[in-house]
């Protein structure tokens, strides 16, 4: 099991991760390289390297945003996963 960890801009958003064949994952409170984050738990046998995925982003004023990337599954002794997209940052406008 790996975890990708995501960090959202102020720390209290909510992630969730729609792979493209189907597997919706939500995240979790948690806490990665010392920051508040959203972990995400990812099973390597429904989410596999390389294809895409959504990564929606939730804040408590109803804000969304939403990107899709593609998975990389890194050799980090902690295991954790990462999303190759642009940075997620919290929109002040729509």
């Given at each position: 099991m790996r975890q990708l960890a995501v960090f959202t801009e102020p720390d209290d958003g909510e992630a969730t991760l729609r792979h493209d064949n189907g597997i919706v994952t939500r995240g979790k409170p948690g806490e990665a390289d010392g920051r508040p984050a959203q972990l995400i738990d990812l099973d390597e046998t429904q989410y596999v390297e390389g294809h895409g995925a959504w990564l929606d982003l939730k804040w408590p004023?109803?804000?969304t945003l939403s990107?899709?990337?593609?998975?990389?599954f890194h050799t980090r002794s902690d295991g954790r996963a990462a999303f190759e997209a642009d940075?997620?940052?919290?929109p002040t406008s729509f």
């Open positions: 004023d109803e804000s990107q899709h990337g593609a998975l990389k940075v997620f940052r919290k």
